[in-house]
């Protein structure tokens, strides 16, 4: 994990492999932001000059190298375009500090050490700075590291050399001032989770089953002194949960539910975060086609995300009760596969007529809910790539909300907004509940094909339990990036979710949810 230090030295005097500034796209070309004077001044105040010599514009994410001039200690320095320069009387937005440190950091991949001369008015945007930077400069490697002993000194050299940045260094971060301090605990714990949670979505499906990744957890519970319960396949059966048994009957590795809890002694609140977790899923019976298996094992992001926030959750000493429940199975077509047409008894009593194996996360999560029900929190948040429809709805970089109860809706889509997560908030219209109407159950896990996001969501719905607030995030577009990497967000796993989390449980340890 890239190290975060918080910096005294001027851009010139700071000795690294490199310097980062900031250039924005101004009325009248590129202009230099706050944080970057030092090296303007070595440039003779031309730095903008050079930069669109060398074709910069100042443009998102937009990243150009040049050598450093007489007077700066680094060699390099690395201009990173924020986008449109702010109104005279206004900052740059976090999220436009977020995704700049993002890209810079990952374009800096090789190196020990550079100094961020992005602007940090307060201890505010130092944090979103020090998030973006430290999530930039993920790198998933595991998979590769066998490869790369057996292939000599040529490999290793080349696995140096995209390495992720050994160590930011953020200029102008006050090391002594409380809240920048803060801030900086805050941004390493928090990117630490989600890189962990990255690390788990892009694992591969043989080296990550429910059995290895409910290990995975016990390891955290361990570490950090969280509460950890597991139910194998023989307590699920004793305990009726044949949503959780149904979907991972097919497969040879076994159903898992995972209570993973950190609690606080001066908490009066509680959370119950549930998280869906199919460690693979090829449909089932009701196969999916060809071309739609190659990234299903993706499809715990969820489960990923809530390990993650609650960890995090106990990392920050939060002064709120967080309860992560991980509904792990692995959804795979055999003999003993649950088929269209079934019938199964859920963990809640209600039956469910499964019309589509293939729409099995909603089965494993509605066991999790009714369990995490059981306990009464104040609140319920369950996130899941659940439906393709979602994405067709949204795009690839923004999550459904749904709830039911507007208040707690409005509240978690700002809170994503805050922290830079992009989501929208989904209506959950009563007329779609009867299209999953079944002749021989209680419901089926199909209705309607048109709005299947909202019918995914009307179906978790019915397993709430009574006066609880319940909010639904289908994170199925941004939980992978398949395409190249932008801002902050790598090739792959992203851990969405996982920073609306954590300023849920912040907001709710403060008392600004009611």
Not at 431 to 439: A, H, N, V, Y
Request: net charge neutral; hydrophobic share 45%; proline share 5%.
């Amino acid at each position: 994990m890239t190290a975060l230090t918080l910096s005294t030295s001027s851009a010139a005097t700071l000795r690294a492999d490199a310097v980062v500034v900031g250039v924005a796209k101004g009325a009248k070309g590129v202009v230099v932001a706050p944080g970057a004077e030092a090296v303007d001044k070595a440039f003779g105040g031309k730095l903008a000059a050079v930069l669109e010599t060398l074709g910069a514009s100042g443009a998102e994410g937009e990243v150009t190298k040049l050598p450093a001039a007489d007077g700066l200690k680094a060699p390099v320095v690395l201009a990173v375009g924020l986008g449109e320069a702010p109104g005279k009387d206004d900052g740059y937005g976090h999220e436009a500090l977020r995704r700049a440190a993002g890209s810079a950091a990952r374009a800096l991949a090789g190196s020990k050490k550079a100094g961020f001369a992005l602007p940090v008015e307060d201890a505010e945007a130092a944090a979103a700075v020090s998030e973006g930077a430290l999530l930039g400069a993920y790198s998933y490697a595991a998979s590769r590291n066998g490869n790369s002993a057996q292939n000599g000194k040529g490999a290793k050299k080349n696995d140096a050399k995209s390495a992720p940045l050994g160590e930011v260094a953020l200029l102008g971060g006050k090391p002594r001032d409380k809240e920048f301090k803060a801030a900086a605990a805050r941004s390493q714990a928090l990117a630490e989770e989600i890189n962990r949670a990255r690390d788990l979505i892009n694992l591969p499906p043989n080296d990550l089953d429910p059995k290895s990744f409910a290990a995975e957890a016990q390891a955290a519970a361990k570490e950090f002194g969280l509460k950890f319960e597991v139910l194998d396949e023989k307590a699920l059966k004793k305990g009726g949960y044949g949503g959780l048994l149904g979907v991972g009957q097919g497969s040879q590795a076994p159903p898992r539910l995972v209570r993973i809890a950190y609690t606080h002694s001066k908490a009066s609140k509680t959370l119950a975060l549930v998280g869906k977790g199919i460690t693979y899923d090829s449909g089932g019976i009701s196969l999916k086609p060809a071309g739609h298996n190659e990234t299903m094992k993706c499809d715990m992001s969820g489960a990923a995300a809530v390990f993650a926030a609650v960890v995090a959750a106990a990392r920050l000493g939060l002064e709120v009760n967080v309860t992560g429940w991980l509904a792990l199975a692995e959804n795979m077509p055999s003999g003993s596969a649950t088929r269209p047409g079934d019938v199964l008894r859920m963990y809640s009593g209600k039956t469910v007529e499964v019309l589509n194996t293939d729409a099995e996360g909603r089965l494993v999560l509605a066991d999790a809910l009714t369990r995490a029900s059981e306990e009464s929190p104040d609140a319920i948040v369950d996130v899941a790539t659940l439906t393709g429809a979602m994405v067709l709805a949204l795009g690839h970089r923004t999550f459904g909300i749904m709830a039911n109860d507007d208040a707690f809706r409005t509240s978690v889509h700002e809170i994503a907004e805050e922290v830079g997560e992009q989501s929208w908030p989904m209506p959950m219209p009563s007329e779609l509940r009867k299209g999953m109407d079944s002749p021989v159950a209680d419901l089926a896990n199909m209705g309607e094909r048109m709005g299947g996001g909202l019918v995914a969501g009307l179906f978790l719905k019915e397993f709430i339990g009574e006066g609880i607030p319940w909010a639904h995030l289908d994170i199925a577009g941004p939980a992978f990036h398949e395409g190249a990497p932008w801002g902050y967000t790598p090739k792959g796993g992203t851990g969405s979710a996982v920073r609306t989390l954590v300023r849920l449980a912040e907001r709710t340890a403060a008392g600004d949810l009611g």
